[in-house]
C-alpha cells in the first residue's frame, strides 16, 4: 500500500464508530479456530469460519459438534442451544466472506509474516466499521495493527487453549486502539461468559510471560540429565499440585507454538533467561511437535503415551 495511501486510511480509521457485535469471522480452523468458533456460536453470534485448507474446516466442524456433544452429555449445555450454535457457524470459502463481519479474529499460526500477509488481503474486503483482533499469544499488537487500514480497530485477543473450557481472554491494547473499540471488544468477550485480564503490549503479555519459562526451563532440567520426562511432570503435579506436567503441557500447546514464543520473548527482551532450550528447538527441527503429530516429549501412537525421552 502507498505510504500516502495508507496514511489516509489510517485518519479515516480514526472517526469509524465501532460496530455492534453480530457477526463474527475467524481466520484459522486449527485447535484455537474451532475452539474460539465453539464459545462465539454458543454465545449467539453467527459466525464464519475460514482457512487455506478445506480440510481443516471440516475437520473444525467436526471437533465442535463433538466437543458440544461432551457438553450436553455433562449438562453444561443443552441440546436445543447446541444445534442452535452448530446451525450458525458457516464456512467462509475466501476472504470476499468477511466483507459484512463486524468482527474478525485471526487465529492462524503463531508467525508475524503470516498473519501480516492475512491483515494485508483481508482489509480491503471489510466495511469500514469492523473490528479486527488476533489471537497472538505473543506478537507486538502494535505492530501488526501498523500493516492494517485501521489500527484503531485493531486489538489483541487472546484466548487461552482448550477455549471452550478455559475462563480467560488476554486482552491486549496496541498504542493506537480506540477507547470504544477496546470497551466494545471487552463487551464481547465477557458475553462469552469469559473473564478479562487486560495485559499491556509487551512481549508474551502476562499468561505466556510466565508460562512458558517455565515449561523451557522444565525442557532444560530433561536436557541437563536432572530429571526424566515422567519424573519432571511428576514431580510438578505433585509437587505443584499443577493438573498437568511442563512436558505434557508442552506437546499440548505445541512445541512449536512454545519455541515461538520463547523466540519473541528472547529477541524481544534482549534477555539470556528467555533463551530457547537446544533439546526443545531439536524436537521442533525433527517434526515431534507434540500430540498434533503424535510425537513430542511422549509418543501418542500407541494405547497410552509413552516418554520419548
Known amino acids: ?21 453480530k457477526q463474527v469471522g475467524i481466520i484459522g480452523a486449527g485447535q484455537m479456530g474451532s475452539g474460539i468458533a465453539h464459545v462465539i456460536a454458543l454465545g449467539k453470534y453467527d459466525v464464519l469460519l475460514n482457512d487455506v485448507r478445506k480440510e481443516a474446516v471440516d475437520h ?16 453444561v449445555v443443552n441440546e436445543a442451544d447446541m444445534k442452535s450454535a452448530l446451525s450458525r457457524i ?4 475466501n476472504l470476499d466472506a468477511f466483507a459484512m463481519c463486524d468482527m474478525v479474529i485471526e487465529a492462524a499460526t503463531e508467525d508475524e509474516a503470516t498473519k501480516r500477509r492475512i491483515f494485508q488481503e483481508l482489509c480491503p474486503k471489510l466495511k469500514p466499521s469492523a473490528l479486527l483482533a488476533t489471537n497472538t499469544s505473543s506478537l507486538s499488537i502494535t505492530r501488526l495493527a501498523s500493516t492494517t487500514d485501521r489500527p484503531e480497530h485493531f486489538i489483541g485477543m487472546h484466548f487461552m487453549n482448550p477455549v471452550p473450557l478455559m475462563e480467560l481472554v488476554e486482552l491486549i491494547r496496541g498504542i493506537a486502539t480506540d477507547d470504544q473499540v477496546f470497551g466494545v471488544a471487552r463487551a464481547f468477550v465477557e ?12 512481549p508474551a503479555f502476562i499468561v505466556n510471560r510466565i508460562l512458558l519459562p517455565m515449561i523451557n526451563e522444565a ?5 541437563e540429565g536432572v530429571g526424566t520426562v515422567e519424573g519432571i511432570d511428576k514431580a510438578m503435579r505433585l509437587g505443584a499440585h499443577h493438573p498437568m506436567g511442563p512436558l505434557e503441557l508442552a506437546d499440548f500447546i505445541g512445541l512449536d507454538t512454545c519455541l515461538a514464543v520463547m523466540q519473541v520473548l528472547y529477541e524481544g527482551l534482549s534477555d539470556s533467561k528467555y533463551r530457547p532450550c537446544p533439546l526443545l ?13 503424535n510425537r513430542g516429549f511422549y509418543d501418542y501412537r500407541g494405547e497410552k503415551p509413552v516418554p520419548t525421552r
Open 1 to 21: 500500500m502507498d505510504v500516502a495511501v495508507k496514511s489516509e486510511a489510517k485518519a479515516k480509521s480514526a472517526n469509524r464508530p465501532a460496530p455492534e457485535i
Open 191 to 202: 458475553s462469552l461468559g469469559k473473564t478479562t485480564a487486560v495485559s499491556e503490549d509487551f
Open 90 to 93: 458457516k464456512v467462509a470459502p
Open 60 to 75: 473444525a466442524l467436526a471437533t465442535i459438534e463433538k466437543n458440544m456433544g461432551r457438553q450436553v452429555a455433562k449438562g
Open 281 to 293: 528447538v531439536k524436537y521442533v527441527e525433527a517434526g515431534w511437535l507434540g500430540r498434533k503429530t
Open 219 to 223: 525442557v532444560y532440567t530433561l536436557y
